[in-house]
């Protein structure tokens, strides 16, 4: 079973900036679109940045543009999540997710789109 494990939250105050990590089971090359999201208390999952593997493409949440960029590192089989500027209105759960079905081939910030998720990592950010 194809596994995601999120690493790398925190607590940072206003400004401050953060990498998460998705290590990623199986073969790298399987993995055909990824992405973050987050939910807050009382919020929906709300997409934020997604990849592409093979096109590189990438897309973002307006909120985070400018501020977040994702990547992924085939060799460590892991996709990243820089975010800086960080404000306290991006403090939530953040949760990586996969898609390994060949049909979806553009970034997507749809989570219906994804059928593998991993369990979460907090991020807060105080004023």
């Known amino acids: 079973q194809a596994q995601l494990v999120e690493s790398g939250g925190g607590s940072v105050q206003t400004g401050g900036s953060l990498r998460l990590s998705c290590a990623r089971s199986g073969n790298p090359y399987s993995w055909y679109v990824m992405a973050w999201f987050r939910q807050g208390p009382g919020t929906e999952r709300e997409g934020v940045a997604s990849?592409?593997?093979?096109?590189?493409?990438?897309d973002y949440a307006e909120s985070v543009k400018g501020r977040f960029t994702i990547s992924q590192d085939n060799a460590a089989n892991t996709v990243y999540l820089e975010m800086t500027g960080l404000k306290p209105e991006d403090s939530a759960k953040y949760y990586c997710a996969g898609s390994r079905s060949p049909w979806l081939n553009r970034a997507s910030l749809t989570p219906g789109d994804f059928n593998f998720w991993g369990q979460g990592t907090q991020v807060t950010v105080s004023s």
């Open positions: 990849i592409v593997f093979r096109a590189s493409e990438t």
